[in-house]
C-alpha cells in the first residue's frame, strides 16, 4: 500500500482509483473503461468514414504515422571515408560526393577566382570545412557547408525501399583492395570445394551446404590418428591446382554447422584472396520445413537484398562470385541472402509467376503503392533446402587467420563492443 | 654421519616433502629428488653428495651436483651444469661429471635426461603441427552476447519479411523484363497479362519495343512505316481514320521517337565497335556487367543489340533509383 491514506481525500488519480469501496470502485472502474473505449470507438469510426470519401486523408495520415523502425532509426558513420568497417551508406556517400563536385563545378563555372578555388578545395577536402573556414568568402563555403549538412541529414527518399543491392555502387577503396574479387571481367563459373573442421561428423549436413551451390564438391576432412592431417593453407593449394575457385570450410558444434569460413582461390597468378568468416545459426534442413519442395540442379538465381556497407558490398560480392553468373531460369529456382540488421538470411525458393487468386491481393511496393502493371500477378513460393542464417565475424587478407601475412591481414573483425548502439549496423 | 641423523628424522619423524599413499608408496615432492622416491638413496636432503637432471622453464636441461664440501653452505648446495642440446654427447657429460658418484645417482641421471629430452621433442614436434594446421581455437560467446544475439535475429527476421520482398523482387524483376522477351519461368498467359498490365500503365510503348516478338515487331514496323506514309501524303482516303488515329499519332510519334533513339545509338555502338574501346561500350559493357547480376541470364540471345541499349536504359533508370 503506498499511503495510509485511502478514500476521499487521496490526490491525484481518477474516481476509480480514490474510491475506497470496492464494489463502487470496481463499477466505477468499468464505467471509465467503457467510457474510453468508446471515444476510441467512435474518433476510429468518424475517420474511417471520411476517408472512405477522400481517400487522400488516409494517404496522409499514414505517412504522417509511419512507424518508427529501426532501420528508420539507423545510425551511420558521420565521415566522408569508405574503409570497411565503416558504416556508411554507399549510395548515399556516392551522391554525396557527386553533389559536392558538382557543386564545385557550378561554382568554377561561375567564375570564382583561383585564390578562392584553392580555399574552397580545402573546405570540401576530408576534413571538416568547420576547423580550416577562411575568413574571405565564408559566406559561400557556409552556404556550401550548409547545403552539404543538409544534404547529409535528408533522408533518402528510397531507401526502404530498394531492398536489392546495386553492385556497381562498389567504392573504388574496395576495388583497390580486392581487386580479384571485384575486377573480374569474364565472371567465371565457380567451382567451389566444401570441406569441414578438422574431426568434423557433421558429413550430411556440410554435403546439403555443398548441393546449394551449383559445381561444388564435399570432401571429408581425414582425422585419422595416424594420417597425414592437410591443413586449411595445404588444402587450399592443392584445390587452386585442380582449378578450384572457391574453398568453404564448415565448422560445428554439437553436430551441428556452426561456421562457415569462405576462401576465394583465385587464378593462377593471384595470391589467395579474401575470406570471410561467418557464424551459422538456426540452421534448418530442408526436411524440417513444412510443405518444402526438392530442388534440382538448374543454377539458381540470386537475389541479394540490403547490403549497404562497403563490408556489405564486399560480402554480397563474395556471395555473388559463389554462383554461376548465369542462372537457368527455365529452373525457376532462387537464391535469396537478405542482410537484416546485420543478419544475412540464406533462402531457397521454387517460385512461378500466376496469377492471383480472389483472395489474394496485389503485390506493393516497399514505399507501400501497389507494382504498376502487376496487377491480378503473383510469385507463389515453396521453399527447397537448407534455411539458415549468417553473420559475418571476419575478414582476413589471406586464407584464414594463419594463412594471412602482413599488417593489414585482419581486415575486419567483429566485436561485441559494435552492438552497443542498437541502430548501427557494420552490413 | 649427519646423513644418518637427518635421514633418521626424515624417515622416522617428520619431513615436509614426504608424500604418502594408500598403496604404501612414500613419495618425496623435493623438486631435486631424482626418482620421486622417499629412499635412503633418493633423499637430496639425506645425501650429501646427489646429483639431479632438471629442465629451466624455457627448455634448457642442467644437471645439478651436491658435494660434502658445501654442505655448510645451504644456499650453495646444487652446481648447475648446462647439459648440452646433443643427446649422446650430454649423457658423455653426466658419465664426466658423475664419474665418481655412486651409480645409482648416475643411471637415474641418465634416465631422467632421456626422459626429459623425448618430453621436449614431443612438445616441440605438437607445437609444429599445431602451427602447421593454423587451427586456433576461438572462444565461445559470451551468454549475454549470445542472448543478446539470438533475440536481435528474432526481430530482424520478423522486419525482413523474407517471402514478400522476395515475391516483390520477382516481381519487379519480371516486370523490368530482365528476363528477356519470352522469359523461361513465366507462362504464355501471365506474361501476356503482365503485358497488358505494362501497357496500361503507359511503361507500355518501351517495353512493347523489348517483348514483342520476333513477328510482331516486324509488324509494328510495317505499321509504322504504313502510318508514316499516311502521315507524308495526307490521303483523303483516310480522312475518317485520321481523327480516330489522332490518339495513335501521340504513341507513333513516341514509337518513332524510341526508335530513332535506338537506331541513333545501334549506329553509336556500331561506331564504338568499329573503333578500340569507346567509353560508351565500356559503360554498356559495365552496366551489361551490373546487368547481369541483376539481370541474370539474358538467354534469349535473339536481339541482343537492341537489348542492351533497352537494358541501358532500364539500368539508368533503377540505378537512379538506388542512387537517389
Known amino acids: ?427 | 654421519m649427519s646423513d644418518e641423523i637427518v635421514w633418521q628424522i626424515i624417515n622416522q619423524q617428520f619431513c615436509a616433502f614426504k608424500l604418502k599413499t594408500t598403496k604404501g608408496n612414500n613419495f618425496c615432492r623435493n623438486e631435486y629428488n631424482v626418482s620421486g622416491f622417499c629412499n635412503r638413496q633418493s633423499c637430496p636432503l639425506a645425501n650429501s653428495r646427489y646429483a639431479t637432471v632438471r629442465t629451466s622453464p624455457k627448455g634448457t636441461i642442467y644437471l645439478y651436483i651436491k658435494t660434502i664440501e658445501r654442505a655448510h653452505m645451504p644456499s650453495k648446495w646444487w652446481e648447475k651444469i648446462k647439459l648440452s642440446q646433443n643427446y649422446a654427447e650430454a649423457l658423455q657429460q653426466i658419465e664426466d661429471r658423475l664419474q665418481y658418484f655412486p651409480k645409482f645417482l648416475l643411471h637415474k641421471c641418465k634416465q631422467r635426461l632421456t626422459r626429459l629430452v623425448q618430453v621436449a621433442t614431443r612438445m616441440r614436434k605438437l607445437a609444429a603441427e599445431e602451427d602447421r594446421l593454423g587451427e586456433k581455437l576461438v572462444p565461445k560467446m559470451a551468454p549475454k552476447v549470445k542472448h543478446r544475439e539470438e533475440a536481435r535475429e528474432r526481430k530482424a527476421l520478423i522486419a525482413a519479411k523474407l517471402e514478400r520482398t522476395i515475391e516483390r523482387e520477382l516481381l519487379e524483376r519480371l516486370r523490368q523484363g530482365m528476363y528477356g522477351d519470352q522469359p523461361l519461368n513465366c507462362s504464355e498467359s501471365v506474361w501476356k497479362k503482365v503485358l497488358q498490365g505494362l501497357e496500361k500503365e503507359g511503361e507500355g510503348t518501351r517495353d512493347k519495343d523489348l517483348d514483342e516478338g520476333i513477328e510482331d515487331e516486324d509488324e509494328e514496323e510495317e505499321e509504322e512505316e504504313e502510318l508514316e506514309e499516311e502521315i507524308e501524303d495526307g490521303n483523303v482516303e483516310y480522312v475518317s481514320d485520321f481523327e480516330e488515329t489522332d490518339d495513335e499519332l501521340n504513341d507513333i510519334e513516341d514509337w518513332l521517337g524510341s526508335d530513332d533513339e535506338d537506331d541513333a545509338e545501334d549506329d553509336d555502338d556500331e561506331d564504338d565497335d568499329d573503333d578500340d574501346e569507346g567509353d560508351s561500350e565500356e559503360d554498356t559493357k559495365k552496366k551489361t556487367k551490373a546487368g547481369d547480376k541483376r539481370k541474370r541470364g539474358k538467354v534469349t540471345k535473339m536481339k541482343a543489340r537492341k537489348k542492351k541499349e533497352i537494358e541501358v536504359e532500364h539500368e539508368t533508370d533503377r540505378e537512379k533509383l538506388l542512387a537517389f
Not at chain 1, 563536385?101 to 585564390?115: F, I, M
Not at chain 1, 573546405?123 to 576547423?131: H, K, T, W
Not at chain 1, 576432412?221 to 568453404?248: D, P, Q, W
Open chain 1, 1 to 427: 500500500m503506498p499511503s495510509g491514506n485511502k478514500g476521499k481525500n487521496r490526490s491525484g488519480g481518477s474516481l476509480s482509483l480514490k474510491t475506497s469501496n470496492k464494489i463502487v470502485r470496481k463499477q466505477l472502474y468499468v464505467k471509465q473503461k467503457k467510457e474510453q473505449g468508446k471515444e476510441r470507438h467512435e474518433e476510429r469510426h468518424r475517420r474511417r468514414k471520411e476517408e472512405a470519401k477522400d481517400p487522400k486523408l488516409r494517404e496522409e495520415r499514414l505517412a504522417n504515422n509511419q512507424p518508427l523502425t529501426i532501420e528508420r532509426k539507423r545510425v551511420w558513420d558521420d565521415v566522408d571515408d569508405d574503409s570497411l568497417g565503416v558504416a556508411v551508406d554507399v549510395a548515399e556517400l556516392k551522391r554525396r560526393r557527386l553533389e559536392k563536385e558538382e557543386a564545385e563545378a557550378a561554382r568554377l563555372a561561375d567564375g570564382v577566382t583561383e585564390e578562392d578555388e584553392e580555399k574552397d578545395d580545402d573546405a570540401d577536402s576530408m576534413l571538416d570545412s568547420d576547423e580550416e573556414g577562411d575568413d574571405d568568402d565564408e559566406d559561400a563555403e557556409e552556404r556550401i557547408e550548409r547545403l552539404r549538412q543538409e544534404r547529409a541529414q535528408r533522408k533518402p527518399s528510397i531507401a526502404p525501399s530498394t531492398t536489392s543491392t546495386n553492385l556497381d555502387m562498389t567504392p573504388d577503396s574496395l576495388t583497390r583492395q580486392f581487386p580479384n574479387l571485384f575486377n573480374e571481367e569474364p565472371p567465371v563459373d565457380p567451382k567451389i570445394l566444401v570441406t569441414t573442421h578438422l574431426n568434423g561428423t557433421i558429413h550430411k549436413e556440410a554435403e546439403d551446404i555443398a548441393a546449394i551451390f551449383p559445381n561444388s564438391t564435399y570432401i571429408r576432412r581425414s582425422a585419422h590418428a595416424y594420417g597425414h592431417k592437410y591443413s586449411v593453407r595445404e588444402i587450399a593449394k592443392f584445390a587452386k591446382n585442380r582449378g578450384y575457385t572457391i574453398l568453404m570450410i564448415v565448422g560445428e558444434d554439437l553436430k551441428k554447422p556452426s561456421s562457415l569460413t569462405v576462401i576465394h582461390l583465385n587464378g593462377e597468378d593471384v595470391a589467395p584472396g579474401p575470406s570471410l568468416t561467418y557464424t551459422i545459426r538456426n540452421y534448418l534442413p530442408g526436411k524440417a520445413l513444412l510443405g518444402h519442395g526438392n530442388p534440382t540442379n538448374h543454377y539458381p538465381e540470386l537475389l541479394l537484398n540490403g547490403f549497404k556497407t562497403p563490408l556489405g558490398i564486399l560480402a554480397a560480392k563474395s556471395m555473388h562470385t559463389m554462383f554461376p553468373p548465369r542462372p537457368e531460369l527455365s529452373g525457376r529456382q532462387v537464391v535469396t541472402l537478405h542482410n537484416q540488421r546485420d543478419y544475412i538470411f540464406f533462402r531457397r525458393h521454387r517460385y512461378v509467376f500466376r496469377e492471383a487468386r480472389a483472395t489474394e491481393k496485389n503485390v506493393v511496393t516497399a514505399e507501400g503503392k501497389e507494382m504498376e502493371g502487376m496487377q491480378g500477378i503473383r510469385a507463389g513460393l515453396q521453399e527447397i533446402g537448407p534455411r539458415f542464417t549468417l553473420k559475418l565475424r571476419r575478414v582476413d587478407k589471406g586464407i584464414g587467420r594463419a594463412g594471412s601475412e602482413g599488417e593489414d591481414a585482419l581486415k575486419w573483425e567483429w566485436k561485441a563492443k559494435m552492438e552497443k548502439v542498437r541502430t548501427r549496423f557494420n552490413l
